[in-house]
């Protein structure tokens, strides 16, 4: 079960759930808190009837692509420029514990892989809220599933756009986004652009070039368990 915060950020992990969840047909659930109404549009004819709506019907794209079920949340977008209302610091997300508590429960994920709230991959605050929101959320279960955290920090070029996946912490899981998938006989890798190609209007071509220019070296995606990891250093935000 891979928990969010916008419509487009299993991008991060698509190589692992296209092993996972493709390959290997484990039953996956991807489960969104918002819908990206402050993101971007980068359709040439506008983002109609309105950005939620368009970002919604990517999500849906997106699960089928993964063979995933999805479940979308209705929670304001924060934009990144500040904590999102709901978030734990915030004082009330008692009711969106509960509820993301129950989503879990009714899954029954044998684990659930969400961000480390120390730096979200990308520092973007909407990330490392719905992160604390997870961790609060399993300790409500009887049974709780493994957490694991995306250990993955992106960093963004420009001019041109480059991408550069590195590991948040030394202790992280590497997985080899080279290796290649049953499912298509390609590189783990490639499931990035094909994720993204369902996300049309977060990313366009240059983003989509980026990811074939990746070096190598780049291409992987980092996890760890939430129990351990925390207890020992990672990468964090300003």
Known sequence: M?????????VLVAPL????????????????ATRGEAGPCLLAGGCLPDLASVRSAE?????RYF??????????????????????DAGGSAELVAT?????????????LT????HGTTCHPDHRA??????????????????????TRLEVGTQPLVLRFRSAAPAAIHFDANLPLVATGGPAWNAVAADME???????APWLEAVSRAPAADRAVYLAPASTILQQPASTCP
């Open 2 to 10: 891979w928990i969010a915060a916008h419509p487009d950020d299993e």
């Open 17 to 32: 759930l296209a092993r996972w969840c493709r390959d290997g047909r484990a039953h996956c659930t991807l489960l969104v």
């Open 59 to 63: 999500a849906g794209a997106s699960s």
């Open 67 to 88: 063979g995933a079920d999805a479940i979308l949340l209705s929670l304001p977008d924060g934009g990144g420029a500040a904590s999102p209302p709901w978030d734990i």
């Open 100 to 112: 993301i508590a129950g989503f879990i429960r009714a899954e029954a994920p044998e684990l659930v």
């Open 115 to 118: 961000f480390d709230p120390r």
């Open 130 to 151: 719905i992160a604390e929101i997870v961790l609060e959320s399993v300790k409500l279960l009887p049974a709780p599933p493994l957490v694991y955290f995306l250990e």
């Open 198 to 204: 369902r996300h049309p209007s977060q990313f366009d």
